[in-house]
């Protein structure tokens, strides 16, 4: 896969068709999005801060395919929360420098950590739940979407903890769900918005022995992401948040298992850091 400037070129020299994607893994729920008019990062977590600040539990299966200060192309970079996988600072301060033109959507909880890291905030972006918007001067129609991770949390001044994105763009759209579980109006919420062509899902499960040793908080289990997928009719699927901390890992077989007895027809991915996926309607 490609690499640094290699990767970068990449990026800057495909052409984009209608009714299509350009989309690369950067690892855990980290990806680039290469539509006709912009390119956009969603929480790229691209240092060893989990590791630095947290102990060693958290070590890294793999280095990143960019390093932050390589991050020159971004027009926008979406964070769907606050945790240092997704809001990465040692990702986000080197890459606002990098890309000086691009502007971040976030959450109400992360005004903070942006801060702390020096981006302006004039040049952040918070989006009200449920209301779609054009981003910028591009054609992408974007609708932040409340996730639960494990509630549904909700502060009067901040808003939503919790975000997934809706992306509409070139005749394609793309779910990201951040870090989720299934909640109680979360399929009917869905339902109500465009179908995926593409959905990016946290699919690492969770259990007791994770959250007590390193408190991390889990995600889909495999069972429950193919019903999901079931559910909304979805045909592709990105099989996010499972390989980027081994010990915050479960089974690929797992995954595999579930798919092929709930989902046997639907097409799921594993993104490899630095690999495109092009991908058509």
């Known amino acids: 896969m490609p690499t640094g400037q290699a990767l970068l070129a990449q990026m800057e020299q495909l052409p984009i068709l209608p009714n299509s994607l350009a989309i690369w893994g950067m690892g855990q729920m980290g990806i680039a999005i290469k539509g006709p008019d912009a390119l956009i990062y969603i929480d790229p977590c691209l240092s060893d801060v989990v590791r630095e600040r947290f102990g060693e539990w958290w070590y890294r299966a793999y280095p990143p395919p960019l390093a932050p200060s390589e991050v020159s192309n971004a027009d926008f970079y979406l964070i769907t929360h606050e945790h240092m996988d997704h809001l990465d600072p040692m990702t986000v301060g080197p890459t606002a420098l990098a890309s000086p033109e691009a502007r971040f959507v976030v959450t109400g909880w992360c005004g903070d950590l942006m801060a702390d890291v020096d981006v302006d905030p004039d040049r952040l972006i918070i989006p009200k739940a449920l209301e779609p918007f054009t981003l910028g001067d591009t054609t992408l129609r974007l609708t932040a979407i409340p996730s639960a991770h ?75 992401a193919a019903w999901l997928a079931n559910q909304l009719g979805w045909e592709r699927v990105i099989v996010g948040h499972n390989d980027l901390y081994p010990n915050n890992a479960i089974p690929m077989g797992q995954i595999a298992d579930a798919f092929a007895k709930t989902a046997p027809r639907l097409c799921y991915k594993y993104l490899q850091p630095g690999e495109l996926w092009y991908v058509v309607k």
């Not at 394609?172 to 995926?196: C, M, N, Q, S, W």
């Not at 690492?204 to 908080?217: K, L, P, Q, S």
């Open 150 to 224: 494990y509630a549904k949390e909700h502060d009067p001044q901040k808003g939503y903890r919790w975000f997934g994105y809706l992306i509409e763009w070139n005749g394609f759209t793309l779910y990201h769900a951040g870090d989720t579980i299934i909640y109680p109006d979360y399929v009917e919420t869905l339902r109500k918005l465009p179908k995926a062509d593409v959905a990016m899902l946290p699919i690492n499960g969770r259990d007791w022995n994770r959250e007590t040793e390193a408190g991390a908080i889990g995600n889909l289990l495999p069972a429950e």
